[in-house]
């Protein structure tokens, strides 16, 4: 039972445009959705992370968006770089500091 | 300097042998993580060991053993390996009630 589903798996966008990904979860206990990303050979890395009480978190070029009433939240990333090209990993956690339960991965590459 | 590592980078083993993966965080954390990232990329939560409290994903055979000497180690011990063991192996590390968890560079396992 996958608790967290993410899309699209792989994900092509030019330099410049918006890569968007999406997941969803099941479990109205989780509180806590980070992203994490993935460049080949290295281990994940945090990205940005929500928390339910709010629709919205910007970073940078990066915002999650979040609707708590879908139990849905997704990854913008605005003028997409080259150097974004990696797998990006939704998750989610009860209470910061437990296991995380990621979602399947999304492999981003940016053309130039 | 690197905050967490994890020894062996690579692993080449026959079926049936037993082996361990060491992790060493410098971060002054005190819960750790071991994760599996199967050949497409799906990460899954192992264990999560806190000072005293180990958690155990059920999914997780019991040929697979953490055992930490201190707060700033957990190694994993695997037994009786299997073909389907091949993957690459995450430690993280965080603190207790601390929302990011930093990621070890992975060990590459291959059972022949």
């Known amino acids: 039972q996958q608790q967290v589903k993410q899309s699209p798996q792989s994900l092509i966008v030019q330099k410049g445009g918006i890569s968007i990904i999406n997941c969803a979860y099941e479990?109205?206990?989780?509180?806590?959705f980070p992203w994490y990303q993935q460049f080949p050979g290295k281990g994940p890395a945090l990205l940005i992370a929500?928390?339910?009480?709010?629709s919205e978190k910007k970073e940078g070029r990066f915002t999650i968006s979040f609707n708590k009433s879908a139990k849905q939240f997704s990854l913008h990333i605005m003028d997409s770089q080259p150097g974004d090209s990696a797998t990006y990993f939704c998750?989610?956690?009860?209470?910061?500091?437990?296991?995380?339960?990621f979602g399947g991965g999304t492999r981003l590459m940016v053309k130039p | 300097d690197t905050a967490v590592s994890q020894t062996p980078k690579y692993l080449v083993t026959q079926m049936g042998n037993d082996k361990s993966i060491k992790c060493e965080q410098n971060?002054?954390?005190?819960?750790m993580y071991w994760y599996k990232q199967d050949s497409k990329k799906f990460l899954k939560i192992m264990f999560s060991?806190?000072?005293?409290?180990?958690?155990i994903n059920e999914t997780v055979p019991n040929r697979f053993s953490p055992k930490s000497p201190d707060k700033a180690h957990l190694n994993l011990h695997i037994n009786s390996l299997e073909l389907g063991d091949s993957a690459v192996y995450f430690c993280?590390?965080?603190?207790?009630?601390?929302?990011?968890?930093?990621f070890g560079p992975g060990t590459r396992l291959l059972v022949l």
């Open positions: 998750a989610a956690n009860i209470n910061a500091g437990n296991m995380l339960t």
């Open positions: 929500i928390r339910p009480d709010v």
């Open positions: 060991y806190n000072n005293k409290e180990l958690i």
């Open positions: 971060l002054g954390h005190d819960t």
């Open positions: 993280a590390s965080s603190q207790f009630s601390g929302e990011t968890q930093y």
């Open positions: 479990n109205t206990a989780f509180d806590y």
